[in-house]
């Protein structure tokens, strides 16, 4: 399986680095980093990463977009949401960390489907896409092909659950064993909901 990393500046690092972590340790997982333009990404944190132009969706891949304070903009930029709309529907599946959400939203595609995001910033991730059923209180959620994580951390948690779901619960656990992270298996525990108003 193909997994691409749709990047663009002021994505937040976790968002991305938390999930790949996990899925290049899936067997024959091939990773590439894009972007509709190419060349140098900077993350908030002054991260710069090298991107591939894109130019189409390869057959039988994920999709991965994380969040960050670049999607502000990016949710108004007609040609991005354009470009990003043919991604998705190409794609096999669909993974989204915190207000990366937010993008797939306005393109419609979430239109109907269960969705998350960060919870700080869930009444602007709503505005993207009102037709979409929000979910207030969740880690992660599930629908279709669509995996859509709400703050940072909860893309890594998330990420362990499309591994547990398709390649397996052992491949999952021994994941989280050899990167000694505690997993939350449940998708719908969000103490972090309360803390934001929900």
């Given at each position: 399986?193909h997994?691409l990393?749709?990047?663009?500046?002021?994505?937040?690092?976790?968002?991305?680095?938390?999930?790949?972590?996990?899925?290049?340790?899936v067997?024959?997982m091939?990773?590439?980093?894009v972007?509709?333009?190419?060349?140098m990404?900077r993350?908030k944190q002054?991260?710069?990463i090298?991107?591939?132009?894109?130019?189409?969706?390869?057959?039988?891949?994920?999709?991965?977009?994380?969040?960050?304070?670049?999607?502000?903009?990016?949710?108004?930029?007609?040609?991005?949401?354009?470009?990003?709309?043919?991604c998705?529907?190409a794609?096999?599946?669909c993974?989204?960390?915190c207000t990366?959400?937010?993008?797939?939203?306005?393109?419609?595609v979430?239109?109907?489907?269960?969705?998350t995001s960060n919870?700080?910033?869930?009444e602007?991730?709503?505005?993207?896409?009102?037709?979409?059923k929000?979910?207030?209180r969740?880690?992660?959620?599930?629908d279709d092909?669509?995996y859509?994580?709400?703050?940072?951390?909860?893309?890594m948690?998330?990420?362990?659950?499309?591994?547990?779901d398709?390649?397996g619960k052992?491949l999952?656990?021994?994941?989280a064993n050899?990167?000694e992270?505690n997993w939350q298996?449940?998708?719908?525990?969000?103490?972090?909901?309360?803390?934001?108003g929900?």
């Open positions: 399986m997994l990393c749709l990047i663009f500046d002021e994505y937040e690092t976790l968002d991305l680095m938390g999930p790949v972590e996990f899925l290049a340790r067997p024959e091939k990773i590439s980093y972007s509709f333009d190419g060349g990404k993350s002054g991260f710069f090298k991107t591939k132009k894109l130019s189409k969706m390869p057959n039988e891949s994920v999709l991965l977009l994380p969040g960050g304070q670049g999607t502000r903009a990016l949710v108004n930029d007609s040609e991005f949401i354009s470009r990003l709309k043919e998705v529907l794609s096999k599946f993974l989204s960390v990366g959400s937010a993008l797939i939203a306005r393109t419609g979430l239109d109907g489907l269960k969705a919870k700080r910033s869930l602007w991730v709503k505005s993207c896409g009102e037709a979409v929000w979910q207030e969740a880690r992660w959620v599930k092909k669509f859509t994580a709400s703050g940072m951390a909860a893309g948690d998330m990420t362990l659950g499309f591994i547990s398709h390649f052992e999952a656990q021994n994941i050899e990167t992270y298996k449940s998708a719908k525990i969000d103490k972090f909901a309360k803390i934001y929900y």
